[in-house]
Protein backbone atom coordinates (compact mmCIF):
# COMPACT_ATOMS: atom_id res chain seq x y z
CA UNK A 1 0.00 0.00 0.00
CA UNK A 2 1.62 3.48 -1.12
CA UNK A 3 2.03 6.11 1.46
CA UNK A 4 -1.30 8.21 0.14
CA UNK A 5 -3.44 5.29 0.78
CA UNK A 6 -1.89 3.99 3.93
CA UNK A 7 -2.42 7.79 5.05
CA UNK A 8 -5.90 7.77 3.77
CA UNK A 9 -7.02 4.59 6.29
CA UNK A 10 -5.38 6.41 8.80
CA UNK A 11 -7.36 9.21 8.31
CA UNK A 12 -10.58 6.75 7.84
CA UNK A 13 -9.81 4.87 11.05
CA UNK A 14 -8.96 7.56 13.23
CA UNK A 15 -11.91 9.35 12.54
CA UNK A 16 -14.45 6.75 12.77
CA UNK A 17 -12.62 6.12 16.53
CA UNK A 18 -12.73 9.20 17.73
CA UNK A 19 -16.63 9.66 16.37
CA UNK A 20 -17.26 6.33 18.15
CA UNK A 21 -15.65 7.86 21.67
CA UNK A 22 -17.84 11.10 21.28
CA UNK A 23 -20.81 9.21 20.89
CA UNK A 24 -20.05 6.53 23.47
CA UNK A 25 -19.13 9.75 25.95
CA UNK A 26 -22.59 11.47 24.66
CA UNK A 27 -24.75 8.62 26.28
CA UNK A 28 -23.14 10.20 29.65
CA UNK A 29 -25.79 13.11 29.63
CA UNK A 30 -27.22 14.96 32.84
CA UNK A 31 -30.68 17.03 32.01
CA UNK A 32 -30.58 20.33 33.77
CA UNK A 33 -32.60 22.71 31.06
CA UNK A 34 -32.39 23.27 27.03
CA UNK A 35 -29.21 21.69 27.20
CA UNK A 36 -27.78 18.61 28.99
CA UNK A 37 -24.03 18.44 30.48
CA UNK A 38 -22.67 15.09 28.96
CA UNK A 39 -19.52 13.93 27.94
CA UNK A 40 -19.48 14.51 23.74
CA UNK A 41 -16.84 17.89 24.97
CA UNK A 42 -14.29 15.15 26.19
CA UNK A 43 -14.02 13.42 23.08
CA UNK A 44 -14.11 16.58 21.75
CA UNK A 45 -11.28 17.99 23.11
CA UNK A 46 -9.46 14.45 22.72
CA UNK A 47 -9.75 14.55 19.26
CA UNK A 48 -8.70 17.89 18.71
CA UNK A 49 -5.76 17.25 21.22
CA UNK A 50 -4.55 14.07 19.54
CA UNK A 51 -5.82 13.65 15.79
CA UNK A 52 -4.93 16.17 12.90
CA UNK A 53 -7.35 18.75 11.90
CA UNK A 54 -8.78 16.40 9.06
CA UNK A 55 -9.50 13.76 11.06
CA UNK A 56 -10.73 15.56 14.33
CA UNK A 57 -13.06 17.52 12.13
CA UNK A 58 -14.08 14.19 10.13
CA UNK A 59 -14.88 12.61 13.53
CA UNK A 60 -16.72 15.80 14.60
CA UNK A 61 -18.72 15.55 10.83
CA UNK A 62 -19.57 11.76 11.45
CA UNK A 63 -20.98 12.45 14.70
CA UNK A 64 -23.41 15.45 13.27
CA UNK A 65 -24.34 13.08 10.07
CA UNK A 66 -25.71 10.33 12.13
CA UNK A 67 -27.50 12.61 14.22
CA UNK A 68 -29.03 14.23 11.38
CA UNK A 69 -30.18 10.87 9.80
CA UNK A 70 -31.68 10.46 12.88
CA UNK A 71 -29.78 7.67 14.83
CA UNK A 72 -29.13 8.35 18.86
CA UNK A 73 -26.01 9.30 19.42
CA UNK A 74 -26.44 12.92 20.54
CA UNK A 75 -26.32 13.57 24.42
CA UNK A 76 -29.06 11.58 26.21
CA UNK A 77 -29.36 8.68 23.19
CA UNK A 78 -31.41 11.41 20.95
CA UNK A 79 -31.16 11.95 17.28
CA UNK A 80 -32.54 13.78 14.06
CA UNK A 81 -32.10 17.47 12.37
CA UNK A 82 -34.24 18.67 15.18
CA UNK A 83 -31.48 18.45 17.71
CA UNK A 84 -28.93 20.41 15.95
CA UNK A 85 -31.98 22.91 14.97
CA UNK A 86 -32.84 23.67 18.19
CA UNK A 87 -31.08 24.67 21.30
CA UNK A 88 -28.15 22.30 21.15
CA UNK A 89 -27.07 22.78 17.82
CA UNK A 90 -25.01 25.66 18.13
CA UNK A 91 -22.95 23.45 20.33
CA UNK A 92 -22.58 21.27 17.61
CA UNK A 93 -21.14 23.94 15.55
CA UNK A 94 -19.31 24.97 18.21
CA UNK A 95 -17.51 21.60 18.31
CA UNK A 96 -17.11 21.57 14.61
CA UNK A 97 -15.16 24.60 14.78
CA UNK A 98 -13.00 23.87 18.04
CA UNK A 99 -12.03 20.65 17.24
CA UNK A 100 -10.23 22.01 14.22
CA UNK A 101 -8.79 24.99 16.06
CA UNK A 102 -7.78 22.61 18.98
CA UNK A 103 -5.65 20.64 16.58
CA UNK A 104 -4.48 23.62 14.71
CA UNK A 105 -2.65 25.38 18.28
CA UNK A 106 -1.97 22.58 20.06
CA UNK A 107 1.55 21.83 18.33
CA UNK A 108 3.52 19.22 18.98
CA UNK A 109 1.77 18.20 22.27
CA UNK A 110 5.03 18.68 24.38
CA UNK A 111 4.59 21.64 26.16
CA UNK A 112 1.47 20.70 28.77
CA UNK A 113 0.59 24.41 28.13
CA UNK A 114 0.29 24.82 24.85
CA UNK A 115 -1.97 21.82 25.15
CA UNK A 116 -3.88 23.42 28.00
CA UNK A 117 -4.16 26.14 26.03
CA UNK A 118 -5.22 25.03 22.73
CA UNK A 119 -8.18 23.06 24.10
CA UNK A 120 -9.76 25.45 26.52
CA UNK A 121 -9.38 27.99 23.45
CA UNK A 122 -10.96 25.36 21.09
CA UNK A 123 -13.46 23.76 23.16
CA UNK A 124 -14.65 26.28 25.90
CA UNK A 125 -14.12 29.92 24.16
CA UNK A 126 -15.01 29.10 20.51
CA UNK A 127 -17.85 26.91 21.49
CA UNK A 128 -19.23 29.08 24.04
CA UNK A 129 -18.60 32.20 21.39
CA UNK A 130 -20.78 30.23 18.91
CA UNK A 131 -23.72 28.42 20.92
CA UNK A 132 -24.44 31.08 22.83
CA UNK A 133 -25.81 33.68 20.23
CA UNK A 134 -27.63 30.32 18.78
CA UNK A 135 -28.92 29.77 22.10
CA UNK A 136 -30.36 33.53 22.01
CA UNK A 137 -31.57 33.01 18.84
CA UNK A 138 -33.35 30.33 18.82
CA UNK A 139 -35.11 30.30 22.03
CA UNK A 140 -35.47 34.47 22.48
CA UNK A 141 -34.04 34.07 26.22
CA UNK A 142 -31.96 37.46 26.93
CA UNK A 143 -28.75 37.24 26.92
CA UNK A 144 -28.12 37.21 30.69
CA UNK A 145 -30.58 33.99 30.91
CA UNK A 146 -28.75 32.33 27.85
CA UNK A 147 -25.72 32.70 29.62
CA UNK A 148 -26.91 31.28 33.17
CA UNK A 149 -28.66 28.25 31.46
CA UNK A 150 -26.06 27.75 28.31
CA UNK A 151 -22.84 28.62 29.64
CA UNK A 152 -22.32 29.19 33.88
CA UNK A 153 -23.69 25.46 34.42
CA UNK A 154 -20.89 23.65 32.16
CA UNK A 155 -17.81 26.29 32.75
CA UNK A 156 -16.42 23.99 36.28
CA UNK A 157 -17.30 20.50 34.11
CA UNK A 158 -15.89 22.03 31.05
CA UNK A 159 -12.45 23.14 33.11
CA UNK A 160 -11.72 19.87 34.63
CA UNK A 161 -12.28 17.76 31.42
CA UNK A 162 -9.85 20.20 29.71
CA UNK A 163 -7.49 19.43 32.18
CA UNK A 164 -8.42 15.65 31.75
CA UNK A 165 -8.24 15.73 28.36
CA UNK A 166 -5.06 17.37 28.40
CA UNK A 167 -3.21 14.25 30.75
CA UNK A 168 -5.31 12.06 28.42
CA UNK A 169 -4.09 13.63 25.22
CA UNK A 170 -0.68 13.95 26.35
CA UNK A 171 -0.54 10.19 27.41
CA UNK A 172 -2.19 8.77 23.73
CA UNK A 173 0.14 10.77 22.36
CA UNK A 174 3.20 9.19 23.65
CA UNK A 175 2.14 5.75 23.76
CA UNK A 176 0.68 5.45 20.12
CA UNK A 177 3.70 6.46 17.53
CA UNK A 178 1.05 6.04 14.50
CA UNK A 179 -0.48 9.21 15.99
CA UNK A 180 2.75 11.10 15.85
CA UNK A 181 3.76 9.77 12.57
CA UNK A 182 0.89 10.76 10.81
CA UNK A 183 0.17 14.13 12.27
CA UNK A 184 3.50 15.87 12.22
Same mark, same amino acid.
Given at each position: ???????NL???????????????????? %??????? %?????L????A?A??????????? /????L????????????T????????? =??????????????I?????????T? =???????T??I????? %?????????T??H??????L??????P???L??????????A /?Y?????L?????
Amino acid at each position: MNNKNNNNLFNFVYSALFAALIIVLGFIS %IPIGPVP %ISGISLGVMLAGAVLSVRQAVYSI /LIVILLGAAGLPVFSGFTGGIGILLGP =RGGYYLGFLLGVGIISLLRGNNNNTF =RLFAAIFTGSILIEYI %IAIPWLLFITQMHLKQAIWLGMLPFLPGDILKTILATILAKA /LYKNIPALRRYNE
